[in-house]
């Protein structure tokens, strides 16, 4: 979907003012990959139009900032934590300069949620104790055994405020459509056609196309399409491998088909999203 005009497309997660991790980082069977994270009494908060390809969590520990989009203002303060998912315009109001904790991730299983704007999360005795641990280890971060700790405790809280996330929040897909749209996003590069993930899920072609567009509101085809260009899109966010090798790793037959489909999808081209990365992220 194109970025409006009036917004400011935030491609990379890394602000240079928190403790980032690499990719490498997370293993092969992360639930969630943690980008980044920071504390800081951040006077000034006060930006517009802002729009990502990840996730983000704000944690407030006093109130007098919010954030706002599509015309709701969401207070930030000590008794929640706000989650906003990708390709949300909003914009931040930071009246103070309050102690303000930021985690920039992505889950594993974007695809099983359904969350289409920023949603407050109650804090529990359990994830208060996360948070502050996040707030304490981000000193000593830089450290290799603080690093690592850290990233620990990032993805701990997100495992705490995801499970107190309502089940309304998570797409009702049967567990049949769950496997076959995570063997989508684990293996992009695969024979993704209609024949084949027919095979997998077990159906005839035409009964699996109406079973497929029932339960996900696409059809494969087009899903498909969709999943590749938002898997490039963290590829090109988050890594520097040259896009040549991105559209190969995609299953696009080459650059340029790619560069055509992510235009249509995207509004720009893949390089020109790409240059958007050196612009630092506002937390």
């Not at 405020?161 to 992009?188: K, N, S, T």
Request: net charge positive; aromatic share 10%.
């Amino acid at each position: 979907m194109p970025t409006p005009a009036h917004s400011r497309d935030y491609r990379s997660p890394f602000t240079r003012l928190g403790i980032t991790f690499a990719e490498a980082e997370h293993g092969g069977a992360a639930d969630f990959v943690v980008h980044e994270c920071g504390f800081l009494r951040y006077a000034g908060w006060n930006h517009r139009g802002i729009r990502s390809p990840y996730w983000r969590l704000h944690h407030n520990s006093a109130p007098g900032n919010a954030l706002r989009a599509d015309g709701v203002t969401y207070p930030l303060e000590p008794r929640s934590v706000l989650v906003t998912p990708p390709g949300v315009t909003f914009d931040t109001i930071g009246r103070r300069a309050v102690p303000h904790l930021w985690v920039h991730f992505t889950p594993a299983q974007e695809f099983a949620l359904s969350l289409k704007q920023p949603l407050p999360i109650r804090v529990t005795a359990g994830t208060r104790a996360l948070l502050a641990a996040c707030a304490r280890s981000r000193g000593s971060g830089e450290a290799p055994a603080g690093h690592r700790r850290l990233h620990h405790l990032c993805s701990a809280l997100l495992h705490a405020v995801f499970a107190a996330m309502p089940v309304a929040h998570y797409h009702g897909y049967p567990p049949r459509i769950l496997r076959l749209l995570e063997h989508i996003d684990r293996h992009p590069s695969a024979d993704l056609s209609n024949p084949r993930l027919a095979a997998l899920a077990g159906f005839g072609l035409r009964s699996f196309e109406k079973w497929f567009k029932g339960h996900v509101g696409q059809s494969p085809a087009a899903y498909v399409a969709a999943a590749r260009i938002r898997l490039s899109c963290r590829q090109l966010a988050l890594t520097d491998r040259p896009i040549d090798q991105i559209a190969e790793s995609l299953g696009f037959p080459d650059r340029y088909y790619f560069s055509r489909a992510f235009r249509r999808q995207m509004g720009c081209g893949p390089a020109t999203f790409r240059r958007g990365r050196p612009r630092a992220s506002t937390d």
